[in-house]
C-alpha cells in the first residue's frame, strides 16, 4: 500500500499514547486503514438509557407551544419544562 507524503516508514502505531491530544494528533494525520494488521477483534456491549421521559403533547397545543418557545429563543422542550417547573412551584 502507498503512503501519502506526510507518512515516514518510522510511523509505527504507538502502543500508548501520553495525552488524547497526542491521540487526536495521531489520527489526524493517519488512516485506521493502515493499521488494520496490527488491530485485533474486540467485544463490548452498551447500554443505551435515557434520563429523559417522554409524553404527549396534543397536536393542537403544539404549534402555540413551538411559537411560544421560538419567541423566547428557546427549544420547545425547555419551555415545556421551564412551565412544568413553575406550576410545580406554585403548588409547593
Request: aromatic share 10%.
Amino acid at each position: 500500500m502507498q503512503k501519502n507524503s506526510n507518512q515516514s516508514v518510522q510511523d509505527t502505531l504507538p502502543e500508548n499514547f501520553d495525552s488524547s491530544e497526542e491521540f487526536w494528533d495521531f489520527w489526524d494525520t493517519h488512516s485506521s486503514a493502515d493499521y488494520e494488521d496490527s488491530m485485533e477483534p474486540v467485544e463490548f456491549e452498551i447500554e443505551l438509557s435515557s434520563t429523559k421521559t417522554y409524553l404527549p403533547i396534543s397536536k393542537a397545543l403544539y404549534p402555540q407551544i413551538r411559537l411560544q418557545a421560538r419567541q423566547q429563543g428557546i427549544s420547545t422542550e425547555t419551555l415545556v419544562n421551564l412551565w412544568l417547573q413553575e406550576k410545580l412551584a406554585e403548588k409547593a
